[in-house]
């Protein structure tokens, strides 16, 4: 295993920013190559340790010579976000300087070609844009975060499914949201739509994994699970033929909750206050239940409002924090079918 130290230079003199990048060299040329970045959303660490579960059971692969692919690992992907505090609370979610959210605003290319990455730009935007130096050209490419509460999913573009099944399976996760459309610009965007621009030979859906992963919520950051999730990540890696080991046992067949992220329901809060949650991510609700009381006028006659369930369906996650402001939304449900909520088709991390 390399390691080197990647630098972006700050927006003003005296600052700059560093984070490392862990390098595996493949035998094999023919062989899948993949990238792994953890905590672009800097606060979001379930990933992080994860690699850090993971990094140890690669670096045995190579001491015996199983590695065929070229494996790039970002453990830490932004050190603007890890940095930035706002009266001791941390904010990795977006950059203080610009407002602009650190998974939105990568530039969505026409062709899988970095010499088309902008140069210029904020510092936020020079990060992006060495990210995507770092990840564009490996066959897979897994973006690590995490949700407020929640379910292990993956969102998958609509293209690479169901050829990723064998991913799903590998990792363990319980759901998986299919998307088709970014807007925004999302990192998980920027790698896979360029090659919906290609000749199928260049973009060889068959083999090509890009996800973001959502290991469960913002409080899941345990041993356990780390461990799990590496051992998730690793066969995958073998199941796509980046890592040679004939001693693992095959997944399987994907058998979690597979949906469209149309059929996903918000759920914006209808008045601001404390939330007494009904349901939990996991549970199956059937249309009409319970999810959630908001208590907002405390003490009061007709100080809790109910929400109810728009249609049946999963709760895949839930706030973590308790006060909710009006339209904020309370929970992601899996719905058995398509939302009424026209915010529900874009991609949402
Ligand atoms: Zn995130």
């Not at 579960?53 to 976000?81: C, D, F, H, Q, Y």
């Not at 062709?111 to 050209?137: E, F, Y």
């Not at 998980?188 to 992963?213: C, K, W």
């Amino acid at each position: 295993m390399q390691k080197s130290i990647e630098r972006i230079a700050g927006d003003s003199e005296g600052v700059s920013y560093e984070f490392p990048v862990f390098r595996f060299d493949g035998s094999d040329k023919a062989a899948p190559s993949a990238y792994l970045q953890a905590a672009l959303h800097a606060g979001e660490l379930p990933g992080v340790v994860a690699i850090d579960a993971l990094v140890p059971m690669l670096s045995r692969a190579e001491a015996e010579g199983r590695i065929k692919g070229n494996i790039t690992v970002v453990p830490w992907a932004n050190p603007i976000g890890r940095a930035q505090y706002l009266y001791g609370d941390h904010q990795g979610r977006f950059h203080l300087g610009t407002r602009t959210n650190f998974n939105r605003s990568f530039p969505l290319l026409a062709a899988p070609d970095v010499t088309l990455l902008p140069a210029h730009g904020t510092v936020d935007q020079r990060l992006k844009t060495r990210l995507l130096q770092l990840s564009i050209g490996h066959d897979i490419v897994l973006d690590l975060h995490c949700d407020d509460e929640g379910l292990a999913y993956l969102y998958v573009h609509t293209s690479l499914w169901p050829a990723m099944a064998d991913c799903a399976a590998a990792m363990g996760v319980d759901a998986v949201v299919l998307w088709d459309e970014d807007t925004d610009g999302t990192f998980e965007g920027a790698s896979i739509i360029p090659y919906q621009n290609v000749p199928a030979d260049v973009a060889r859906l068959d083999r090509r994994v890009a996800t973001t992963v959502e290991y469960r919520g913002i409080l899941d950051v345990d041993g356990a699970l780390a461990d799990s999730d590496a051992e998730g990540l690793y066969r995958l890696l073998v199941a796509r033929g980046v890592i040679l080991d004939q001693a693992l046992s095959t997944s399987g067949s994907f058998t979690g909750i597979v949906a469209p992220i149309e059929n996903i329901d918000m759920m914006p809060a209808p008045r601001s206050g404390a939330i007494l949650y009904e349901v939990k991510p996991g549970d199956r609700v059937a249309k009409g239940a319970l999810l959630a009381t908001i208590v907002h006028a405390p003490g009061e006659a007709g100080g809790r409002t109910q929400v109810f369930a728009p249609q049946a369906g999963i709760i895949l996650t839930r706030r973590s924090r308790r006060i909710i402001r009006a339209g904020e939304d309370l929970l992601k449900l899996v719905g058995d079918r398509k939302s009424a909520d026209a915010r529900s088709g874009t991609l949402e991390d």
